[in-house]
């Protein structure tokens, strides 16, 4: 999953939607996985993978903000 921040003054772009990639060794590809609560981070931005509105199937991800919200629980 790569997402390509584009904030015009350089800060992490927020709502940037998700995309699958192959495999890369790029700093969008960069997450870490807590699994104490459940929440994948992007290493460089901070923010975390969110759905595009209430979770569901097929639903598009975006970037946003981490915090507690069900669209940015996931499980292993």
């Not at 904030?7 to 495999?23: H, Y």
């Not at 639903?59 to 946003?64: D, F, G, S």
Request: charged fraction near 10%; aromatic fraction near 8%.
């Amino acid at each position: 999953m790569t997402v390509t921040p584009a904030a015009a003054d350089g800060a992490p772009a927020r709502e940037v939607n998700a995309v699958l990639n192959p495999r890369g060794n790029y700093s969008g590809q960069q997450w870490r996985y807590n699994p104490g609560i459940g929440q994948i981070t992007k290493l460089t931005s901070g923010l975390c993978p969110d759905t595009a509105g209430a979770p569901a199937n097929y639903v598009a991800l975006m970037a946003n903000p981490c915090g507690n919200y069900t669209g940015q629980g996931w499980r292993r």
